[in-house]
């Protein structure tokens, strides 16, 4: 079966530090992958998603940024973190293909992000 | 702006009827998708609804899909507690691989 591992699943950093969350996907080959924001109020904001290794397609233009090093590995970064940078962080994988057929999205358990 | 848009907060008696209510604006998206995410947790997902139907019933989620005003609500009918939680609307366009999903509506069950 499949499985999603994102950590870590709290993290307090001071502004300016480095970020780096990552994101593994167990049990499928050629996912599709991708980090929402979700801050308070404000929703779920589609950050990055990426079809293949190496391909990442940006959103929101932001202090962040994505990669895609193997497969079914996704990392998201920041050089130096703002205080606006705070919320919750959720990892997310659905089977490649896109719109043309339905795909369920299945949901890591999310990073609860603190920038002081 | 947003692509999805929903209202933020729904308050329900137990036992009623809960409507919540999106508006989407890309006409090519071929499937609507309902998640919820239950506190401190992901989304999972609740039920989709494939754009050239009109309703999808299963069990007490009613989907309906109004394509001319790009509007989509879910009902949930005879509303729990365990119903609380943050529903999302959500869409890939047929011609795209991003799943975007709208701001979520808090819904909240009182006895």
């Known amino acids: 079966s499949q499985t999603i591992h994102q950590w870590p699943a709290t993290l307090v950093q001071p502004v300016g530090s480095p970020l780096s969350l990552e994101c593994t996907v167990e049990g499928t080959s050629n996912p599709n992958l991708y980090w929402y924001r979700q801050a308070a109020g404000r929703g779920l904001q589609l950050l990055f998603y990426?079809?293949?290794?190496?391909?990442i397609s940006s959103e929101v233009p932001q202090n962040l940024s994505a990669s895609r090093p193997q497969d079914r590995q996704f990392i998201l970064s920041s050089k130096k973190l703002l205080l606006s940078d705070s919320g919750f962080y959720l990892c997310?994988?659905?089977?490649?293909?896109?719109?043309?057929?339905?795909?369920?999205?299945?949901f890591g358990q999310g990073t609860r992000l603190t920038v002081v | 702006g947003e692509d999805v848009e929903q209202s933020l907060f729904l308050s329900v008696r137990e036992g009623d009827s809960s409507v919540i209510n999106c508006t989407y604006t890309?006409?090519?998206?071929?499937?609507l998708y309902w998640y919820k995410q239950e506190p401190g947790a992901g989304l999972q997902l609740l039920t989709y609804?494939?754009?050239?139907?009109d309703m999808k019933q299963d069990q007490r989620l009613t989907v309906l899909l109004n394509k001319k005003d790009k509007h989509l609500s879910l009902r949930i009918a005879d509303t729990q507690t365990g119903d609380s939680a943050i529903y999302f609307c959500?869409?890939?366009?047929?011609?795209?691989?991003?799943?975007?999903f709208g701001a979520g509506t808090t819904v909240t069950v009182r006895a």
């Open positions: 997310a994988w659905s089977e490649a293909g896109g719109g043309s057929r339905p795909t369920e999205a299945f």
């Open positions: 609804i494939f754009s050239n139907m």
């Open positions: 959500a869409e890939t366009p047929s011609n795209d691989y991003k799943l975007s």
């Open positions: 890309d006409s090519s998206s071929t499937y």
């Open positions: 990426s079809v293949g290794i190496g391909q």
